[in-house]
């Protein structure tokens, strides 16, 4: 069976490698169609990423990304390109840029309120869900 490592070392500490690697387990659910369940630690964080043909972890800790994969017989023949695209994607998470802290805007005078209940808009229910199992180890 071949196999696919990826390693990856970083300086973003284990908060900031804890949310990449929780947003690599949403684009290859949606990418890849991967079925991910993530399990946090108090150290290390491991992600176990399935699907038919490919199966394999993730470790993520305050350092560095390691990636270990198993290709069934017909991924196989995609190894080299599987790798360099997972590779590519682990990359580009690497060295996105980190959002900015956004500034307090100044108080303003409130808008008026409505003059009837009937006015107000109601506020919409979010549905969204997390794709990604989390537990806790």
Request: charged content about 30%; some cysteine.
């Amino acid at each position: 069976m071949p196999d696919i490592h990826i390693h990856r070392e970083h300086d973003l500490g284990f908060a900031q490698a804890r949310k990449i690697a929780f947003s690599w387990a949403e684009q290859a659910e949606a990418k890849f169609d991967m079925e991910c369940t993530y399990e946090e630690g108090d150290t290390e964080d491991t992600l176990y990423f399935t699907r038919s043909g490919v199966k394999g972890t993730l470790l993520v800790d305050a350092r560095q990304f390691e990636m270990k994969a198993q290709l069934g017989f017909l991924f196989g023949a995609f190894k080299d390109r599987i790798e360099a695209e997972i590779g590519e994607q682990l990359d580009a998470l690497l060295s996105a840029p980190k959002p900015a802290a956004k500034k307090a805007k100044a108080a303003k005078t409130p808008a008026p309120a409505p003059a009837h209940a009937a006015d107000k808009k109601p506020a919409k229910a979010s549905a969204a869900k997390p794709a990604v199992k989390a537990k806790k180890a």
